[in-house]
Nanobody, 127 residues
Framework: QVQLVESGGGLVQAGGSLRLSCAAS????????MGWFRQVPGKEREFVAA????????RYADSVKGRFTISRDNAQNTVYLQMNSRNPADTAVYYC????????????????????WGQGTQVTVSS
């Protein structure tokens, strides 16, 4: 069992930067591929970014490519999402998720392949 706790959300002005953290407990994070998703009320959860177990492979949604960066520190059992050049369309609840995978380079892009989820952190971007 893995427990995930997101932090770092809040209110930021458009164009500003914010870094979200996802701290894991219960199991070592190096055994899991990780991802970030976001959801706006009334809409489906949306893929944002994914990172492999080793951290060598990453993938981003087109809407955030070039602005967001996903990274991980397996020694600290933490995954990060650096968000730059934010705009109001980035306003959402952001969730991190963990997926058990056997391959160090594998990316998990679909939310139904993730096994564990955090409780989410609200990010609001004002114009």
């Amino acid at each position: 069992q893995v427990q995930l706790v997101e932090s770092g959300g809040g209110l930021v002005q458009a164009g500003g930067s914010l870094r979200l953290s996802c701290a894991a407990s219960g199991r070592t994070l190096s055994s899991y591929a990780m991802g970030w998703f976001r959801q706006v009320p009334g809409k489906e959860r949306e893929f944002v970014a994914a990172i492999s177990r080793s951290g060598t492979s990453t993938r981003y949604a087109d809407s955030v490519k070039g602005r967001f960066t996903i990274s991980r520190d397996n020694a600290q059992n933490t995954v990060y999402l650096q968000m730059n050049s934010r705009n109001p369309a980035d306003t959402a609840v952001y969730y991190c998720a963990a997926a058990r995978v056997s391959t160090s380079w594998y990316l998990v892009l679909s939310d139904d392949e993730y096994h564990y989820w955090g409780q989410g952190t609200q990010v609001t971007v004002s114009s």
